[in-house]
């Protein structure tokens, strides 16, 4: 594919012919557009190859576009303007990735360059709406022009400058992409977006000799001529005897962490100072590398225990037969070290791995252990790595440096080429599923079909899988392999119920705790083990409402009540955004007694340090972890016995691994099993499960869940604590056949929004009309407006579409709905609303 150009150009010799590209652009619209290729580029230019080119009217934005086709063809309809610049010399989107845009464009019913838009880093993307700034680590000035070292110095005197900002700078008849693009690969500058954080790496300042003192003669006049300065001679004898320069001078260009002689107390740092200012020493500053705070130690080799090794020979008996294999494990069984022998067992066979996890802070703990074993081969790629750090992994996948990447679901979008294991480790999580932007795509079903295009193997792991996935794997379409003994010969937890509805009764709970959890914590705290609650709702309390006259306080934009964050001191939206502070009084009434309603993990964690003051109580929930290192910090506090307790949101349920952890509490179980969905009773026992399996994971030592629940009578509550996933399964399939809802359909969720209620609704009622007639009312539910029936001010109605598999022709009903929506948002009097397609949706 990549050679098309070279034989196109190579064909035509003495004719003048024109040569056309069409082009992915990263913007919302339906089709490709085609570009001119300048004669000087066309012999550079090759499919997959980035390049920049005008858009618009006027040519007043710029974007960076990927070459999909080439071709001699002139556009139909428009006159074809001429691509600007080549970012390639090399692609950086393979032909694989390009087969990926365009289906999943098709399956997930978007374009294409919604998908390109979301699969590059923003680094990749140049546009007018782009910033640049200095790279920190950029040494090199002598690769630079004149011109650029020139510019290079204005643009150290800004922070960030926009790219009209720095066309302004460059001046006219300055080809600005050109310029851009020299200096991106002299690494000079940095491209990101403004949205997302910039490219701040960590730094560290270092000290070392001038060079002149790194000859031996020069030394040795150097500490004669500090004989009568004493202090100064202590510093330079402190640092040599930290970097011995004068047994090998090139140990000098290292240096050494300033912060070793700043820390020292027989070093006078005033003389530091000195020697520094009198250019004897002289400072430089390194980046500190990725993950070097948690130094992964020792290199390691895996050992299987028998059964790990039986269950990793089955599943590759089992990917002779079948290319998707389901690892079926109990939580603590190991399935991480299975796991690594496979994709080392890959890696030896040249076949490039990704292994996908569903949550960043999952990431955090595994990484470690994964670099134990494979080292600096592995690439790292998720969302809160900066975009030059995801450009670097990207271009470490191109270039065959990393040949085993782990990651999130954004991780499914690197190019590779050669994939020979695809793990998805928890593979129920909804983590995996995209909801906004477009596409809104499910990792693990793209991941499927990466796979199969590459020709590769998926191993699906996870102590709960989907009732999809597990029913594939009954109906022999998938491979399936299980894994029913814990590591270690440790035992599962025992899990009681707490009645809150007798405690309450009785009138011995204390705020939200049961007088058992309270003491089940005390006990665990005088054995110094250590515990994890759950309580799957953030901030102190999910509303505020007045006594007297029941006033509640709710988001302007949103039809939901606001949150209140007893920290930040404020009210808070979880849906746009909104901030308003606590009102001391009722709005409406003026009444005092205006209070606080329900509990979350912020409260839990507030009340608990209140009941325990000299315990250490961490809480990790979306509010404590938005820093990139976050996690990690959490993470590393309570692996190594920092912490007395966790008190976490869902994040803290997936596949975390701490031996000292022996008990477990859960709060308001009983919320999460009646949430109106029909999926309500599947993720009720996964979330419980999954987070019940962080206790008892050490041998001999079994642990204690501790549910809290107002009806320990309900069924589902028996059946978490047998962990009988089978029987689950049985009850709900038959209940999911009954009423025709995945896996024996697809559902496409049709979301209506405009600002003006019955405006939407008119456009609701119309859409679900047309689809009723065509396919008939068994496949079509509603409209009817979603739990929250207004976000940013936009009023919305839900249209379910559920469509019968392998009985109905798919493509011609995501077609003849695409067509229906189209003929709404053409409507004039419905031009404003708008029509979110969510296939597959969760």
């Known amino acids: 594919m990549e050679n098309f150009a070279n034989t196109l150009f190579s064909s035509i010799e003495a004719e003048e012919v024109t040569f ?10 339906p089709r490709l557009f085609t570009y001119r290729v300048p004669r000087d580029m066309a012999e550079v230019l090759k499919i997959g190859a980035r390049v920049i080119v005008p858009f618009g009217k006027n040519n007043g934005r710029v974007f960076t576009a990927i070459v999909a086709r080439l071709h001699n063809s002139p556009p139909t309809g428009y006159q074809a303007r001429y691509i600007t610049e080549v970012l390639d010399e090399y692609p950086l989107v393979t032909g694989y990735q390009l087969e990926l845009f365009r289906w999943m464009a098709e399956y997930y019913m978007c374009c ?41 110095t204005e643009l150290k005197k800004q922070p960030a400058l926009s790219y009209d900002e720095l066309a302004r700078l460059a001046g006219e008849g300055t080809s600005v992409p050109a310029l851009i693009k020299s200096l991106v690969g002299k690494k000079a500058i940095i491209v990101f977006e403004e949205v997302r954080e910039k490219y701040i790496p960590k730094m560290i300042r270092k000290v070392r000799l001038h060079r002149t003192y790194e000859e031996k003669e020069q030394l040795l006049v150097l500490l004669n001529r500090l004989e009568k300065l004493p202090k100064q001679q202590e510093v330079v004898m402190r640092y040599l005897s930290h970097v011995p320069v004068q047994m090998n001078p090139a140990l000098n260009q290292k240096g050494l962490d300033k912060t070793i002689l700043n820390q020292d107390d027989t070093v006078s740092q005033s003389s530091l100072t000195t020697l520094i200012k009198n250019a004897v020493f002289e400072t430089f500053e390194i980046i500190q590398p990725r993950f070097s705070d948690n130094d992964p130690g020792p290199r390691v080799e895996i050992k299987l225990t028998e059964a790990q090794r039986e269950a990793s020979e089955r599943i590759m008996a089992q990917f002779e037969r079948h290319n998707i294999v389901l690892l079926h494990g109990i939580t603590g069984s ?23 996890l569903p949550e960043i802070a999952l990431t955090t703990q595994i990484v470690v252990r994964l670099q134990r074993v494979f080292g600096d081969k592995m690439g790292i790629y998720h969302s809160k790595f900066s975009d030059n750090e995801r450009v670097e992994v990207w271009k470490g996948v191109v270039s065959g440096q990393y040949q085993f990447v782990v990651g999130v679901r954004s991780s499914v979008f690197l190019p590779f080429d050669n994939l020979g ?121 999910p509303y505020m409402q007045c006594e007297d006259c029941d ?17 930040d001191a404020e009210l808070r939206c979880h849906y746009c955004g909104h901030k308003e502070e606590v009102p001391r009084i009722c709005p409406t009434c003026g009444s005092t007694k205006v209070r606080t309603i329900g509990f979350g993990t912020e409260k839990l964690e507030d009340q608990l340090q209140i009941i325990f003051p000299t315990s250490k109580i961490v809480r990790m929930d979306l509010d404590t972890t938005r820093a990139k290192n976050a ?14 307790v966790l008190v976490g949101t869902q994040m803290i349920t997936k596949g975390l691994d701490f031996d000292n952890v022996s008990l477990v509490g859960i709060f308001d179980a009983d919320r999460l099993i009646h949430f109106p969905d029909f999926r309500a009773t599947e993720r009720s026992f996964q979330m419980m499960t999954q987070v019940s399996g962080r206790a008892g994971r050490r041998a001999g030592r079994q642990g204690t869940v501790l549910i809290q629940t107002n009806n320990p009578q309900q069924t589902i509550l028996q059946k978490i604590i047998e962990n009988d996933y089978k029987g689950l399964f049985e009850e709900e399939i038959q209940e999911r056949q009954d009423f025709n809802y995945p896996p024996f359909s697809r559902l496409i969720k049709l979301t209506v929004r405009h600002a003006d209620k019955a405006t939407s609704q008119q456009a609701a009622d119309r859409l679900a009309a047309e689809l009723t007639d065509a396919l008939g009312s068994s496949r079509i539910l509603g409209p009817e407006q979603p739990l929250v029936e207004r976000i940013r001010n936009l009023f919305l109605f839900d249209i379910m579409v559920k469509i019968e598999r392998d009985k109905v022709n798919v493509k011609a009903v995501k077609a003849y709905i695409k067509d229906r929506i189209n003929d709404i948002l053409t409507d004039k009097g419905l031009r404003q609303v708008s029509i979110v397609i969510d296939v597959d949706c969760l």
């Open 112 to 152: 294409v360059g919604d998908v390109m838009n979301i699969a590059l880093p923003s680094g990749l993307k140049i546009s007018s709406q782009s910033k640049v700034q200095v790279n920190p680590d950029f040494d090199y000035p002598e690769l630079l022009t004149e011109f650029e070292d020139v510019l290079l």
């Open 631 to 644: 996690y990690q910090q959490i993470i590393h506090e309570f692996e190594v016995g920092d912490v007395d």
């Open 421 to 541: 294991l695809i793990i998805v480790d928890e593979e129920h999580e909804t983590s995996y599923k995209q909801h906004d932007p477009a596409p809104r795509y499910h990792a693990r079903d793209v991941a499927i079909m990466l796979a199969h295009w590459q020709q590769a193997k998926v191993l699906l792991g996870s102590a709960t899988p989907s009732l999809e996935t597990y029913y594939q794997a009954k109906q022999g379409r998938y491979g399936l392999v299980e894994l029913f003994k814990r590591f270690g010969d440790a035992t599962l937890p025992n899990i009681l119920l707490v009645d809150t509805k007798v405690e309450k009764r009785q009138k011995t709970m204390k705020n939200e705790f049961s007088s058992a959890l309270l003491h089940a914590l005390e006990m665990n705290m005088n054995r110094k083990e250590q515990s994890i609650l759950f309580q799957n709702r953030r901030g102190y309390s």
């Open 20 to 29: 056309f590209a069409d082009l992915i652009l990263p913007i919302p619209v």
């Open 334 to 356: 190991g399935k991480t070290e299975v796991y690594i022998d496979l994709i080392q067992q890959a890696l030896d066979g040249g076949s490039q791995v990704l292994y996908l």
């Open 551 to 567: 006033w509640t306080a709710e988001c302007p934009n949103c039809a939901v009540s606001l949150t209140y964050h007893q920290r």
